[in-house]
């Protein structure tokens, strides 16, 4: 049951109303969602500065008796993420509802939702393909097991961390995913409805499969943990704002916030091109 401005709604008949309402297109697959972001700071003020300390060499000699060991001076480098203003907005009018029965801010209500997930996804894998270390697939135009294999190993070779499941993570076109379909693992023998709802679909190679139609049809991005961070000063939110026309006739549904994706660590990303 729903409460209305004008009466109570049972359900089903707002189950009707929804399935009335169709968005074409929607991309499910998002960076946070699936753990993809290993840095999220979420501050305040205008930027968010990620500090990476180098580490040190394995400290392979005896320490000699009576002898101090010798310090070495901590060094560092910095990311800075700066958050930017993100939002839509969508605009409905009194006639267009009238002509629906309504459906009309239905739709708006769905599309402004989609879009507040879709643009944040977006926005991850923008700075993701604009990582450093590119290597072209071994036969243009197709990807091949082989070539996981390699962005694999160069991510260990790297010590780039793993996710906490033990996998690194792979986002591709579905073009790409239909080259390596019949060599994955499909999510249902090893994982969770969840997972797969989530935009994971299998596993190859040591990477977990995620397809995400943001990604541009022929890359590939294989990644570990810090390669994306998130700068957050404000969390997406959404609204709905009754017009300032005279008549009233005009509603605006909206979304609004102040965010931005940036890669931390370039090692930690591996990028296949031409596949």
Partial sequence: MATTLNTDLPQSQIDIFNAGVLISGKNLASVKADGSVTLGGEVNGATNKFIIFSKFAPATTPLTDGTDVTPIKMTESAVIINPQEYGNAAQTTKLGNIKTDGRVDLGAAQVIGTNMVETPNALGVIALEGATNATAALTAGVLDGLDLRGANKKLKVSNILKFPDGKYRVRMHPDQEHDVMDDYKEFTKYTTRADALGGEVGELE????????????????CYGVNALGLSESRLPDSDINEGNDI?????????????????VDQNAVQLITGA
């Fill in 206 to 221: 040591g990477f977990k499969i995620i397809v995400d139609t943001a990604v541009t049809p022929g890359t590939v991005i």
């Fill in 247 to 263: 008549l009233k006739r005009l509603r605006n549904y909206t979304w609004y916030g102040v965010f931005e994706y940036g890669i």
